[in-house]
């Protein structure tokens, strides 16, 4: 079955360090996304690719960083310079020119 | 402004009671999503609608263009219902590919 994976559900790191977030499909969808939703939040868009080498910065992307070198795989680096990194991360991709989105289960990641 | 906003924010029901969630959006779109979000954060994607309705079991969701607007029902409702309920809109194929999201409506559905 087609779909999109996001590992691992639950993450926890400590503060300082990088930690990659992975996101893959198996859906041969064009366009991916990373949300970022805080407590009592809507999700906003931290980082979008649109075809594989090329990606955009959302909204709030600074501490950020992505990487589109596969089709099927788009991981996101929360640095060390994103000063609050404990949230709740959501991926998504679309078929570009398709109306309809396929969402990650998210990763909760937690720094202390 | 937001592009996408959705009320009620916080909605409480007794099990049993038809519940109402509206999302209106200010953009051009090409299709609007109803997603579900459940304690721990996992979403599920309930709709997707571009015109008129569709029914799930209890849910329904209809959307009207013109007012640009949309609405989530759910009938008979039930506590495992209690969930956060997310709209979300995608954009017309000729723009830009970026999702919009909605806040969110924290539904609690008591026994």
């Known amino acids: 079955d087609g779909g999109i994976t996001q590992s691992p559900k639950y993450l926890f790191r400590k503060e300082g360090q990088n930690v990659t977030l992975s996101c893959e499909q198996n859906l041969n969808h064009d366009a991916m996304y990373w949300y970022r939703q805080d407590p009592g939040q809507g999700l906003r868009l931290i980082y979008y690719s649109q075809i594989v080498n090329d990606f955009q910065k959302g909204d709030i992307a600074e501490g950020y960083s992505v990487s589109r070198e596969k089709k099927e795989s788009f991981p996101l680096t929360v640095t060390s310079a994103q000063k609050n990194p404990t949230a709740f991360y959501l991926c998504a991709s679309r078929r570009q020119g398709d109306t309809e989105a396929f969402f990650g289960q998210g990763t909760r990641l937690t720094v202390v | 402004k937001n592009e996408v906003e959705q009320s009620p924010q916080n909605l409480t029901a007794q099990e049993g009671e038809f519940i109402t969630i509206n999302c209106s959006y200010s953009?051009?779109?090409?299709?609007l999503h109803w997603l579900q979000q459940h304690p721990g954060g996992g979403i599920v994607s309930l709709f997707m609608?571009?015109?008129g309705k569709k029914k799930h079991g209890r849910l329904i969701a209809t959307i009207n263009i013109q007012e640009k607007h949309s609405s989530l029902h759910i009938t008979a409702s039930h506590p495992r219902d209690s969930a956060v309920y997310i709209c979300?809109?995608?954009?017309?194929?000729?723009?830009?590919?970026?999702?919009?999201f909605g806040e969110g409506t924290q539904l609690t559905v008591n026994p």
């Open positions: 979300a809109v995608s954009p017309p194929r000729t723009s830009g590919s970026r999702l919009t």
């Open positions: 609608l571009s015109s």
């Open positions: 953009v051009g779109i090409s299709a």
